[in-house]
């Protein structure tokens, strides 16, 4: 047996070798996603009232490939509104899944035919932007591989799909919004998981090297993450090869890692049988808490982090910053307005958030303008300026950028589609607008964005 068989037999790659049906979708027959009601045992009962892609899992990492067409059939299985879109994927307008801003609502028992081709290889996800927190919460997050068209070489690629659930101590859902948390930091879960498994343990060939790719698809936690092995190294951020050395957290000092945000890792998982290399993450006033495991299993690969070449850079445009127009946004409080009106994807009933002090309508974009109009091809510089005292993951669709500067700390030039906006922090961000149409531009605070952070960027 050699080292690739090897690897698409053990569990935790399985989904690599498609034999689940559902990687591989060739570019001409659509790949059916069908959003249902679920049921899941997070702990001993089943938790009812879950929405997945199908009746028991959770939803599945979903594999392209670089610069190869994707034809994806979303089906509404369900009776609320929907609507699907591919986080950070630098896609075509009318496939970017927001209602009423590239698309109409799905309603139950329709379809939508999303085809597109990823030009960048990375760690991406998938959630709906209709009905957004409360198909969210219940378990609609899924991961989007997609592969560089020539392999990098790694002995294992292990996909960590981080998000908390709320729930009671008999399994059931507790209410997934608060008006307190949605006017502060958001309202946390209280059963965190990884692939929706509490501190899920994964095989992988001792000595070998493995991809892991860590995604916070949370609505609301902001998570701090290390490793417990030093033989490890950041080779991607929000998708995007890391073209710098970036330091490896610690206990000490965490990585931040917002809703919405990715960080994979090259790990060389250790050299002894049944040793581990874990994903951990540092939360308020409780012991440090394993999320997920690598385990080494197998006679030992004996491989060096070293022998990896830096990941191909993807193929984003580099902004003039000499010849850049500069736009302000300022992310803050709501001014006294009318009530929120959502259409049909769902009120949170509350307007707490505006970005420069025009709250968006939850998921809907009706009734306002774009926020700035971009001319294709130019660049651009954002000053993002945070006035409220919580934290704040700023997404922008379509377009990545790059975080040029801050007033609190030194951002290292990552191109990335999201943002994490300190308290009282100023950011610019810089970018070219080399993708036409509508693009939603909103916190990534689930809670937030329902509640007025939200807006879009026009690009024409
Ligand atoms: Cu990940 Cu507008 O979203
Ligand atoms: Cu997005
Ligand atoms: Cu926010």
């Given at each position: 047996?050699?080292?690739?068989?090897?690897?698409?037999?053990?569990?935790?790659?399985?989904?690599?070798?498609?034999?689940?049906?559902?990687?591989?979708?060739?570019?001409?027959?659509?790949?059916?996603?069908?959003?249902?009601?679920?049921?899941?045992?997070?702990?001993?009962?089943?938790?009812?009232?879950?929405?997945?892609?199908?009746?028991?899992?959770?939803?599945?990492?979903?594999?392209?490939?670089q610069?190869?067409?994707?034809?994806?059939?979303?089906?509404?299985?369900?009776?609320?509104?929907?609507?699907?879109?591919?986080?950070g994927l630098?896609?075509?307008?009318?496939?970017?899944?927001?209602?009423?801003?590239?698309?109409?609502?799905?309603?139950?028992?329709?379809?939508?035919?999303?085809?597109?081709?990823p030009?960048d290889a990375g760690t991406y996800?998938?959630?709906?932007?209709?009905?957004?927190?409360?198909?969210?919460?219940?378990?609609?997050?899924?991961?989007m591989v997609i592969r560089e068209?020539?392999?990098?070489?790694?002995?294992?690629?292990?996909?960590?799909?981080?998000?908390?659930?709320?729930?009671?101590?008999?399994?059931?859902?507790?209410?997934?919004?608060?008006?307190?948390?949605?006017?502060?930091?958001?309202?946390?879960?209280?059963?965190?998981?990884?692939?929706?498994?509490?501190?899920?343990?994964?095989?992988?060939?001792?000595?070998?090297?493995?991809?892991?790719r860590?995604?916070?698809?949370?609505?609301?936690?902001?998570?701090?993450?290390?490793?417990?092995?030093?033989?490890?190294?950041?080779i991607a951020w929000d998708g995007h090869p890391?073209?710098?050395?970036?330091?490896?957290?610690?206990?000490?000092?965490?990585?931040?890692?917002?809703?919405?945000?990715r960080?994979d890792?090259?790990?060389?998982?250790?050299?002894?049988?049944?040793?581990?290399?874990?994903?951990?993450?540092?939360?308020?006033?409780?012991?440090?808490?394993?999320?997920?495991?690598?385990?080494?299993?197998?006679?030992?690969?004996?491989?060096?982090?070293?022998?990896?070449?830096?990941l191909?850079?993807n193929?984003?445009?580099?902004?003039?910053?000499?010849?850049?127009?500069?736009?302000?946004?300022?992310?803050?409080?709501?001014?006294?307005?009318?009530?929120?009106?959502?259409?049909?994807?769902?009120?949170?009933?509350?307007?707490?958030?505006?970005?420069?002090?025009?709250?968006?309508?939850?998921?809907?974009?009706?009734?306002?303008?774009?926020?700035?109009?971009?001319?294709?091809?130019?660049?651009?510089?954002?000053?993002?300026?945070?006035?409220?005292?919580?934290?704040?993951?700023?997404?922008?669709?379509?377009?990545?950028?790059?975080?040029?500067?801050?007033?609190?700390?030194?951002?290292?030039?990552?191109v990335?589609?999201?943002?994490?906006?300190?308290?009282?922090?100023?950011?610019?961000?810089?970018?070219?607008?080399?993708?036409?149409?509508?693009?939603?531009?909103?916190?990534?605070?689930?809670?937030?964005?329902?509640?007025?952070?939200?807006?879009?960027?026009?690009?024409?």
């Amino acid at each position: 047996m050699n080292r690739r068989d090897f690897l698409l037999g053990t569990a935790a790659s399985a989904g690599a070798l498609g034999a689940g049906g559902w990687s591989l979708a060739s570019a001409a027959a659509a790949q059916r996603l069908t959003i249902q009601p679920a049921s899941f045992a997070f702990r001993n009962t089943p938790t009812r009232g879950l929405v997945s892609l199908s009746p028991d899992a959770p939803p599945p990492v979903l594999f392209g490939t670089q610069g190869e067409p994707m034809n994806l059939r979303v089906e509404n299985g369900t009776e609320d509104y929907t609507a699907m879109h591919w986080h950070g994927l630098r896609i075509a307008n009318a496939m970017d899944g927001v209602p009423y801003l590239t698309q109409m609502p799905i309603a139950g028992g329709e379809s939508f035919d999303y085809t597109f081709t990823p030009p960048d290889a990375g760690t991406y996800w998938y959630h709906p932007h209709c009905m957004t927190m409360a198909q969210m919460a219940h378990g609609l997050t899924g991961v989007m591989v997609i592969r560089e068209a020539e392999d990098p070489g790694f002995d294992g690629d292990q996909v960590v799909n981080l998000r908390d659930f709320r729930l009671d101590d008999a399994g059931a859902f507790l209410p997934y919004y608060t008006a307190r948390g949605a006017a502060r930091g958001g309202t946390h879960g209280n059963v965190l998981t990884a692939n929706w498994l509490q501190a899920p343990v994964y095989d992988h060939p001792a000595g070998g090297l493995v991809r892991l790719r860590v995604v916070n698809s949370d609505t609301t936690r902001i998570y701090k993450l290390h490793l417990s092995t030093d033989q490890a190294r950041i080779i991607a951020w929000d998708g995007h090869p890391a073209e710098i050395e970036l330091p490896l957290p610690s206990a000490k000092e965490p990585l931040l890692v917002g809703p919405g945000q990715r960080v994979d890792f090259a790990v060389q998982m250790p050299a002894g049988e049944e040793q581990t290399a874990d994903l951990l993450a540092e939360l308020p006033g409780q012991p440090t808490r394993t999320m997920a495991q690598l385990r080494s299993v197998g006679a030992g690969l004996a491989r060096d982090l070293r022998e990896l070449k830096p990941l191909p850079a993807n193929p984003v445009a580099r902004p003039d910053l000499a010849n850049a127009e500069v736009h302000d946004f300022v992310f803050g409080w709501t001014p006294e307005g009318g009530p929120p009106n959502d259409g049909y994807c769902g009120s949170m009933g509350y307007s707490f958030w505006s970005i420069n002090r025009t709250p968006w309508a939850g998921d809907a974009a009706k009734g306002t303008g774009p926020l700035a109009v971009l001319e294709r091809g130019k660049s651009y510089v954002l000053r993002l300026r945070n006035e409220s005292p919580n934290l704040h993951p700023i997404h922008l669709h379509g377009l990545a950028f790059v975080p040029i500067r801050s007033n609190l700390r030194k951002l290292p030039p990552l191109v990335t589609d999201t943002l994490l906006l300190l308290k009282d922090e100023v950011v610019e961000i810089a970018l070219v607008a080399d993708n036409p149409g509508d693009w939603a531009f909103h916190c990534h605070v689930i809670e937030h964005q329902k509640t007025g952070l939200a807006g879009y960027i026009r690009v024409v």
